[in-house]
């Protein structure tokens, strides 16, 4: 079945630092999304990328999809304490609106 | 409005009893699935619906997990002769129709304990 693989598992980073998760799928890709889940909390929908090469941003959050369509990466620039959490990519097949989720990169910030 | 809502938040049984979860997703959301998320680990599908119709159950992991939405809103799933291994949160997502896949709204969860 589809596999989706993250990485890094966790990071910690000070507070003000960047910090980047790459998912990747061992199959082509229809879509990804990217889901925000706090400590205690329930995922939170962040974006859906689409297209080839596609790159997203939302304020200090910077969304890309690979050429390919297997790969796909976050990129958060100044982390804040409020950007706690573990992040997921999602992902579905061609006309199935099932989502696997990737395995999550749990990210903590040091102040 | 008001989003997905799910009962009870948290569940105690003991080993072998049944359980039901209920889950009232977004007012109008054609689509409905169950996730179950084991602790560090992400969701892990289990069944969808389309309406009342259940398009796809490949994730139940065995014939002890029953899942339905008679009217198409309202949706429960049921855990037959409890085990240990069952222990998780079962997360309750919904979403609209639309030509491509849609965003998924999740409720808050029900923390299932089998002791």
């Known amino acids: 079945g589809q596999q989706v693989m993250q990485i890094p598992q966790y990071q910690h980073v000070q507070e003000g630092e960047d910090f980047t998760t790459y998912c990747n799928s061992s199959t082509t890709l229809s879509n990804i999304q990217w889901y925000k889940q706090r400590p205690g909390g329930h995922p939170v929908f962040l974006i859906q990328?689409?297209?080839?090469?596609e790159v997203k941003k939302q304020k200090r959050l910077t969304f890309q999809f690979g050429e390919a369509k297997k790969n796909s990466s976050l990129h958060i620039t100044a982390t804040q304490t409020t950007d706690v959490g573990t992040y997921f990519c999602?992902?579905?097949?061609?006309?199935?609106?099932?989502?696997?989720f990737g395995t999550g990169t749990r990210l903590t910030i040091i102040p | 409005g008001a989003g997905v809502s799910q009962s009870p938040r948290y569940k105690v049984a003991k080993r072998g009893q049944d359980v039901a979860l209920r889950c009232d997703p977004i007012?109008?959301?054609?689509?409905l699935f169950w996730y179950q998320q084991a602790l560090g680990q992400g969701p892990e599908f289990l069944t969808y619906?389309?309406?009342?119709?259940?398009?796809?159950k490949s994730g139940l992991p065995s014939d002890r997990f029953f899942a339905e939405r008679p009217e198409g809103s309202v949706s429960t799933l049921k855990i037959q002769r409890t085990q240990q291994e069952d222990s998780a949160v079962y997360l309750c997502?919904?979403?609209?129709?639309?030509?491509?896949?849609?965003?998924?709204?999740f409720g808050d969860g029900t923390r299932l304990s089998i002791l």
């Open positions: 007012s109008g959301h054609v689509s």
């Open positions: 990328l689409v297209k080839s090469g």
């Open positions: 619906f389309q309406n009342e119709a259940q398009l796809d």
């Open positions: 997502a919904s979403s609209s129709e639309g030509l491509r896949t849609q965003p998924q709204h």
């Open positions: 999602a992902v579905s097949n061609f006309g199935n609106e099932k989502l696997t």
